[in-house]
């Protein structure tokens, strides 16, 4: 594979949490993270494939991002902050305590890419879907960014509470189907369905824009909103989000289902009706 591809990276010496890894696959992906003596990754809760036997596992509370000096109630919080954008109380630790080179991998749980990204590239600060995180390096903070906007918060579907990557490390988060990263100059706007709308870097303003008249909303299917992104900034779009892949599998199972692109919608039922999922 060649130096300059985006899917694997060797480690610069000197340079903090750099690690070494490769993606490998195609629709299933699964990332190879290659620790040195010492060195540790973070993941979700049962994203492992397998690990080298000199790499031990400890399960920490929150997101193992090394706030030991907090205490319980700082720890607490960090969970909290875990559970409220869908994830796991929990996170492992994954640390080389061995000599030489150690490899451990960790897969997607559904059919999309692994983007890695190194957080100092944009600022040490990134918003993505709720359910994104996969793996990092060890040090990298996972919070919760809530959209400002009442109306965003209303009807902005998935879009609503989102999570907030920060760090300076590594970090591999996943997205459904292929995915694009578009780059927008100041005032430059995108609108993009709130399903598939993967991540956006802080400067980035995120914000609702009418899906069009009374037919569209009533037949398009595309519900009554659209994200409206405006620069500048990176925006990464994801063409398959989870949610609307397991909408069509329940239509096609012949139970309860439909275009369900709104999970995070505070107004319950009546949200999936206007979000064009009902």
């Known amino acids: 594979m060649p130096p300059s591809s ?17 993606i490998k696959g195609q629709e299933l992906q699964f990332v190879e993270i290659e620790l040195d003596p010492g ?7 049962g994203a492992l ?9 400890t399960t920490v509370f ?5 706030g030991q000096g907090d205490g319980f109630m700082g720890k607490l919080l960090g969970a909290g902050k875990r559970l409220v954008t869908g994830e ?24 999309g890419s692994i983007l890695p990204l190194r957080l100092a590239d944009y600022g040490g600060t990134l918003i993505c879907q709720k359910d994104s995180f996969l793996a990092a390096a060890k040090g990298v903070s996972i919070g919760v960014q ?44 995108l609108h993009v369905d709130t399903g598939c709308l993967a991540a956006y ?18 037949f398009g299917g595309e519900g009554l909103f659209f994200a409206r992104l405006t620069g500048p900034g990176k925006v990464w779009i994801q063409s398959l989000p989870f949610s609307r892949l397991a909408g069509r599998m329940l239509a096609a199972a012949g139970g309860y289902g439909g275009q369900n692109r ?15 999922n009902r």
């Open 201 to 218: 870097t802080p400067g980035v303003e995120f914000d609702l824009v009418a899906a069009g008249g009374v037919r569209s909303v009533l």
């Open 88 to 111: 796991s109380l929990f996170t492992t630790v994954f640390t080389h305590e061995g000599s030489g080179k150690a490899r451990v991998a960790f897969a997607s749980p559904t059919p």
């Open 49 to 57: 494939v397998w690990k080298d036997a000199s790499i031990g596992m």
């Open 146 to 189: 809530f959209q400002r906007r009442m109306m965003t918060g209303l009807f902005g579907g998935e879009g609503f509470i989102m999570q907030k990557l920060q760090g300076d490390g590594w970090v591999f988060v996943q997205m459904g189907g292929t995915v694009v990263e578009r780059e927008l100059e100041p005032g430059q706007e």
């Open 39 to 45: 060195e540790s990754a973070v993941a979700e809760a």
């Open 262 to 276: 709104g999970e995070g919608s505070v107004l319950g039922g009546l949200g999936d009706f206007i979000g064009g």
């Open 62 to 66: 929150g997101d193992g991002s090394g």
């Open 6 to 22: 985006p899917w694997s990276h060797h480690r610069q010496s000197g340079v903090a949490d750099d690690i070494d890894f490769e």
